[in-house]
């Protein structure tokens, strides 16, 4: 802390896994010392997850302070990948190594090499290229000297990747990632800093709303009811969140909460937002169509597309949607918007043709950033 004052450190994967050890040797260490001497930190988290902790201590009257942040929410797929993908020289990318095969009485282990089951995620093949002196040869392995290179490649690959990444945030955008703990928030800081869209989209900031709206948020739907075919093509579907919110309107500013407890009832083709709604559907007719297209999420079964009579929250136009499809609709009560065409038109063609003319880490970076504003 007093040699590192103020300089932030990333961890990739700091909320899933070393966090645990940090914590657990902090909280040793402050046990064995006056409360004067003790490290202090703060946390902040994302959901159970810890995304950056700061640690700080005060000597002679002076604070000083590190960040510890997770790199894997700003660049969120595996290390290995990450150095492909940045081109790093082939002695920075990491080794294979035998995760489960470590335990705490094995720590001083010199012998043959670990079995294949040890190494996550390699063939047979793959094993016997990489270990081939060991396995034929009589090549002696030795634990210390094996996590002594794994951890120099794996802390040398990570600087690279993440200073590759700062200088081109800083270059191409003039942000500092260090105040963007996540990827989602440099996309969200970077559309308003250059766009000035922001303020054209409304604000969630109260809690009966944000619940009513995210109990109508299911994710991606592909189940279907009868999951074979013959001859079937694979399509992969370009840039699929940033096509969706490309041309299509999105809630305004001016928001009603709209009811029906009388015999009027709300006409599902005036309105616009997320809508409690009683829904009706027929066994044979979800037959015919082989999907379902208004799911419910359950406690002990997870997500299933029902048929019968149920209620639910779901957003208009899906309710819209299935009612063309033979569903019956009759809305209870929810949400309505103004609608407004697109904010978001001119950050999404910028950085789609931008990464169309990148490749490697910059067309990895612009379609993070893409898709992490969005989706």
């Known amino acids: 802390l007093l040699n590192y004052s103020n300089y932030t450190f990333y961890v990739h994967n700091l909320g899933g896994y070393d966090s645990i050890y940090l914590l657990n040797s902090l909280i040793k260490y402050n046990k064995s010392k006056a409360e004067e001497d003790q490290i202090k930190f703060d946390l902040i988290y994302r959901d159970a997850n810890i995304l950056k902790m700061n640690l700080w201590y005060v000597y002679k009257n002076k604070r000083f302070s590190i960040n510890i942040c997770d790199s894997l929410a700003l660049l969120n797929i595996n290390l290995n990948s990450l150095c492909e993908i940045f081109n790093l020289p082939s002695n920075f990318k990491k080794d294979l190594f035998p995760y489960d095969f470590v335990n705490y009485n094995n720590l001083d282990y010199v012998g043959n090499i670990p079995d294949l089951k040890y190494y996550e995620g390699i063939s047979k093949d793959q094993y016997v290229k990489e270990f081939y002196d060991y396995i034929y040869n009589n090549k002696t392995w030795n634990l210390r000297e094996e996590v002594s290179k794994y951890l120099i490649k794996d802390l040398g690959s990570l600087l690279l990747v993440i200073d590759k990444f700062r200088v081109f ?4 955008f003039d942000m ?11 996309a969200l800081n970077i559309f308003n800093h250059k766009y000035k869209e922001l303020k054209n989209i409304p604000q969630i900031k109260n809690d009966r709303l944000y619940s009513f709206i995210r109990e109508g948020l299911y994710g991606g739907v592909t189940s279907v009811y009868y999951p074979y ?3 079937l093509y694979y399509y992969d579907v370009n840039s699929l969140y940033p096509a969706m919110a490309l041309d299509n309107f999105i809630g305004g500013l001016d928001i009603s909460f709209l009811y029906n407890y009388g015999e009027e009832e709300l006409k599902l083709e005036d309105l616009f937002g997320f809508f409690k709604a009683e829904v009706e559907i027929d066994k044979m007719q979800i037959d015919k ?9 359950t406690k002990d079964k997870g997500l299933i597309f029902p048929v019968g009579k149920f209620n639910g929250v779901w957003f208009s136009e899906e309710l819209k949607f299935a009612k063309n499809n033979g569903y019956k609709i009759k809305i209870i009560e929810g949400y309505n918007f103004n609608k407004i065409k697109s904010p978001f ?11 169309l003319k990148n490749k490697g880490g910059g067309k990895f970076i612009y379609k993070s950033l893409l898709n992490n504003l969005i989706g």
């Open 289 to 297: 169509m082989q999907i379902g297209l208004l799911p419910l999420r």
């Open 176 to 186: 500092d990632i260090r105040k963007n703990l996540t990827i989602s928030r440099l």
């Open 229 to 231: 075919g013959e001859n």
């Open 345 to 355: 038109k001119k950050y999404i063609l910028d950085l789609y043709n931008l990464k």
């Open 169 to 172: 945030i800083d270059q191409f």
